[in-house]
């Protein structure tokens, strides 16, 4: 081969193999269908290593997500059918929570921002209290596909 070939496919091949992606890091991604959880625990990144997502059989009831990652649990359940809202927390009427290690979180703010047939998106924030440590939860996103039975 001549030497101006080896370079030309040297250069071909580092192109095709730096534009691949090994893992998602934004929204869903439509053509891979991975759904996605992640947040900042005190500017510490978050990112679970399993997402189980408990689903209604007949969306009467909540939506629950649990993201863990090996120190961490964080689990969110919201309505069913509750379409694009906002759930400010503390709350006591509007069925949605957000815990933290089974502890549920002092004040904050959960937002779902797409609500479609087996698509929910949304981002959250939080403060929990865990034997006198206050946790920060900040930038909170998540983009979960589920199956409806």
Do not use: W
């Not at 309505?79 to 509007?94: H, I, K, L, V, Y």
């Amino acid at each position: 081969m001549k030497p101006k070939t080896i370079i030309l496919l040297f250069i071909c091949s580092t192109l095709l193999t730096s534009c691949h992606k090994e893992k998602p890091t934004g929204p869903y991604d439509p053509y891979t269908h991975i759904s996605i959880f992640k947040a900042k625990i005190d500017n510490i990144d978050f990112e679970s290593y399993q997402i189980t997502i408990g689903t209604p059989d007949d969306l009467k009831y909540p939506i629950g997500i649990i993201a863990d990652d090996n120190n961490y649990v964080i689990s969110i359940e919201f309505p069913a059918n509750c379409g694009e809202r906002t759930f400010n927390f503390p709350n006591s009427d509007q069925n949605a929570t957000i815990m933290f290690n089974n502890t549920e979180c002092l004040s904050g703010r959960l937002n779902i921002t797409k609500y479609d047939v087996n698509l929910v998106e949304g981002t959250f924030e939080f403060d929990v209290n865990i034997q006198d440590s206050v946790y920060k939860i900040t930038e909170g996103f998540f983009s979960i596909v589920y199956t409806i039975s």
